[in-house]
């Protein structure tokens, strides 16, 4: 019942949005992105934790690791994943936990030079090496973005050519735009009551000494066996096989591939550290590593890790 309730808000929205065909598109984007920024507010305050990370930086990764383990833990169906409150509403003991690129909640707030809406929230913030991002936001881009997710977002047109190197240097979409996302979140750390920082990297050297000190920071620490089992069902062969068959267990389209033929199409795709060299020449892994060079964060391009305490 609940993912029918999550499914008919989406499509009462799209349906609004889409419906108002004769207003200018302006118009129909600012709508749009105001009506999810308010519906994701709303869950904000209501949460219990919040994940805060760009695109593709290893949330669905670490969401379904977090499902298993909530789902072997009270005896929940394996079937669908952990999104927000919908595990919460059958087994009260599990936290209702908000996943946020924060792309649309300064439409409603006006919060687009600072964090305030999640001072007061506790934060997981999932960071990824900002070169990995841009390349993997590339083929999210390409082979899985919608024309209209494209627009409201201020992708690139749909069908257009982009080279892989042009879209990570673009100042708006590509690492330049990260990297303003992580720097200020650097920036506001310390006016949030409670964070936790996971990197991606940690996270693939070490997943279950990582996922144990998330559940430890949500209130549920799990045993030896239980993160062993969540780390085991979560691994890149078993999700991307579920996927494939399409029994990743995310409402809609979002745990489907968009061409079972084209493994780049996958929502699950490499997961490699360090994979985005592979898609530039010399010359352009060059600019690239220069550039992040010049304006590190989080140890990305730097020196180490910033860890903060979890109060």
Known sequence: MVAFRDLWRDAAREALVHGLFFLPE????????HLRGREELRRLRLADAVVVSYGKSGRTWLRVMLSRFYQKRFGLPERPMLEFDNLHRV???VPRILFSHNNYIRDVTDSW???????????????RDPRDVAVSQYFQWQHRM?????????????????????FVMDPKIGMPSIIDFMELWERELERCNAVLLVRYEDLRADTGRELGRLLEFLGTPASAEELE??????????????????KLGFLGRRGK???????????????????????FSPEEAKVIEAYLRQRPVFGYGGAGL???GTP
């Open 113 to 127: 030079d600072n964090r305030r809406p999640f001072y007061d929230r506790k934060v997981v913030l999932l960071l």
């Open 146 to 166: 919608r024309p209209w997710k494209k627009r409201i977002n201020e992708y690139p047109a749909h069908g257009a050519e982009v080279s892989p190197f042009a």
């Open 306 to 308: 910033t860890r903060p």
């Open 229 to 246: 089992d969540a780390v085991r069902f979560s691994s890149l062969e078993n999700m991307r096989k579920l996927e494939g068959q399409g």
């Open 26 to 33: 302006e118009r129909r984007v600012r709508l749009d992105r």
């Open 257 to 279: 591939p968009g061409d079972k033929s084209d493994p780049q199409s996958f929502k699950t795709r490499r997961g490699k550290v360090g994979g985005w060299t592979d898609y």
């Open 91 to 93: 087994q009260p003991q």
